[in-house]
């Protein structure tokens, strides 16, 4: 199993964490605005069915 030779120090450690978090945060807040654009009706850059307005034949 591979181990690795030395200690990594803080801030390399603390950077990586931050730019996980800072992707993570960025997903988060696409997401949150998409959703809030789905509710107010106004989505110009996507397409997507709505399952309201869809006619059921049966």
């Not at 181990?3 to 997401?31: D, E, M, Q």
């Amino acid at each position: 199993m591979a181990v690795p030779k030395k200690r990594t120090s803080k801030s390399k450690s603390r950077s990586r964490k931050a730019n996980w978090k800072r992707k993570a945060h960025l997903t988060a807040k696409k997401s949150f605005s998409l959703a809030k654009s789905l509710l107010n009706n106004k989505q110009n850059s996507f397409v997507h069915n709505d399952l309201n307005s869809e006619t059921k034949s049966v």
